[in-house]
Nanobody, 115 residues
């Protein structure tokens, strides 16, 4: 069965960095777009970024452009989200998803940006 397991979340100070990872299994990873979403308290789940099968196409929501980078390692069935220059408004649960739009989801990893 499809499994997506996120890791790497935690507490970061404003201006700091975190790197999220999502380990995928149960499907042919290299055949799918992959995406990251986030959900802040009291808000809807929103797209953060997505990446094509070979990584040639990426796209980001405007609020993270220039700060976040999505990448993937098909040999490791893993997708990453490098988050730099973090802001308090980046605080959310971050979810990895198969495809764009996503059809399977991980359990999420909490990212908290606070001094």
């Amino acid at each position: 069965q499809v499994q997506l397991v996120e890791s790497g979340g935690g507490l970061a100070q404003p201006g700091g960095s975190l790197r999220l990872s999502c380990a995928a299994s149960g499907f042919s990873f290299s055949r799918y777009y992959m995406s990251w979403y986030r959900q802040a308290p009291g808000k809807e789940r929103d797209l953060v970024a997505y990446i094509s099968q070979l990584g040639r196409v990426t796209n980001y929501t405007d609020s993270v452009k220039g700060r976040f980078t999505i990448s993937r390692a098909n040999a490791k069935n893993t997708v990453y989200l490098q988050m730099n220059s973090l802001k308090p408004e980046d605080t959310a649960v971050y979810y990895c998803s198969r495809g764009f739009p996503g059809d399977y989801w991980g359990q999420g990893t909490q990212v908290t940006v606070s001094s």
